[in-house]
């Protein structure tokens, strides 16, 4: 069943908001080490991309009126990042990802599923090097900006993680500055590692995003591709 979207006002600042706000969060992201590098050539990369690509969220699992816009993937310029990159390419083989947005412009929805071998071990450490960094400043667009990093408060079993990232974003179309938030939970189902987060101004329903991953655990768990 479609997820209801909690009634909101659209506003013109919050459109002109999102137009930037997708460029910073792949620039976040990437600064974290979450966003996807280019694609590495293992020799099965391509198979297991396709199914990945099974297990995502679709528009119907989405509220209506939302809509698929372009990847948040960004080199972002990141001038500084998580010690040990956490979640990195060294043990991937495939990955995926989708986003959407709210017809007002936000909030923005990103899930990217990634495959690894020894995925405990990966998740384990990335984990373990998300919840010691504590602040990121990265290069969006030639002007510094700065995320803080934070858990976030987010009941969950033990293969779960939550992280609240937050920053002031500047909409050079209205010259109006706003708190962003991005709650981003991690999932480790089997040898994958699913990433769902939610953009929002000033932070987002965190009980929309909890029943985003839940549909997004399920999608992957309807469509399995390896042994966990």
Same mark, same amino acid.
């Given at each position: ?16 908001? *999102? ?15 979450? +966003? ?8 099965? *990369?391509?198979?297991? =991309?396709?199914? %990945?690509?099974? =297990?995502?969220?679709? %528009?119907? #699992?989405? &509220? ?21 990159? &956490?979640?990195?390419?060294? =043990?991937?083989? *495939?990955?995926?990802?989708? !986003?959407?947005? #709210?017809? /007002?412009? %936000?909030?923005?929805? $990103?899930?990217?599923? /990634?495959?690894?071998?020894?995925? /405990? ?17 990265? /290069? =969006? !667009?030639? +002007? ?11 009941? *969950? ?28 939970? %991690? ?17 987002? &329903? ?5 029943? $985003? ?16």
């Amino acid at each position: 069943m479609p997820i209801r979207s909690p009634i909101r006002a659209a506003r013109p600042p919050r459109a002109s908001l *999102a137009i930037g706000l997708a460029a910073a969060i792949g620039s976040t992201l990437f600064s974290l080490s979450l +966003a996807p590098p280019v694609f590495g050539a293992a020799a099965s *990369a391509s198979t297991d =991309q396709a199914a %990945l690509q099974t =297990q995502t969220l679709t %528009l119907s #699992d989405l &509220p209506q009126g939302w809509k698929a816009t372009t990847s948040a993937s960004s080199s972002g310029g990141a001038t500084s990042s998580c010690g040990g990159r &956490p979640f990195g390419a060294s =043990q991937r083989i *495939a990955q995926t990802q989708v !986003s959407f947005q #709210d017809p /007002s412009g %936000l909030p923005e929805l $990103f899930e990217q599923i /990634s495959d690894y071998n020894s995925p /405990s071990t990966v998740f384990a450490k990335g984990v373990r090097d998300l919840n010691r960094c504590h602040n990121v400043s990265i /290069s =969006q !667009s030639g +002007a510094p900006l700065k995320i803080h990093v934070a858990k976030l408060a987010y009941r *969950a079993g033990r293969l779960t993680a939550a992280y609240t990232l937050s920053f002031v974003l500047t909409s050079a179309t209205v010259g109006k500055s706003e708190d962003v938030g991005i709650d981003l939970v %991690l999932v480790r189902v089997g040898n994958e590692i699913a990433e769902v987060g939610l953009a929002d101004v000033p932070s987002p &329903p965190v009980s929309q995003l909890r029943s $985003f991953v839940t549909k997004a655990i399920a999608d992957i768990k309807k469509h399995p591709q390896s042994a966990g």
